[in-house]
């Protein structure tokens, strides 16, 4: 019960800061028009490719780090064996 409450206490809190810096709206216009947070300028499609690119690229990693540290073990083993054949 009262881990419930420090828990929902500490999301009503962030919740409310990020209402008075505006972190929502900030976000929203940055992921869909490319305007950057306290400018008026806008990214180039081409910098926002390249934001997207990279964020899509560290999530296919995260998602799929096990079975990349388990392909990365098996070339090592594989390049261990023919550099020692036993």
Do not use: C
């Amino acid at each position: 019960m009262r881990q419930t409450l420090i828990i929902a206490s500490l999301v009503g809190s962030t919740v409310i800061f990020a209402l008075v810096i505006d972190l929502f709206d900030t976000l929203f216009m940055f992921l869909l028009f490319g305007i950057l947070p306290g400018q008026g300028q806008r990214l180039s499609a081409n910098e926002m490719l390249t934001i997207y690119g990279g964020a899509a690229a560290a999530v296919l990693i995260y998602g799929l780090r096990a079975r990349l540290s388990a392909l990365v073990g098996f070339v090592r083993s594989k390049r261990q064996e023919r550099t020692n054949p036993a």
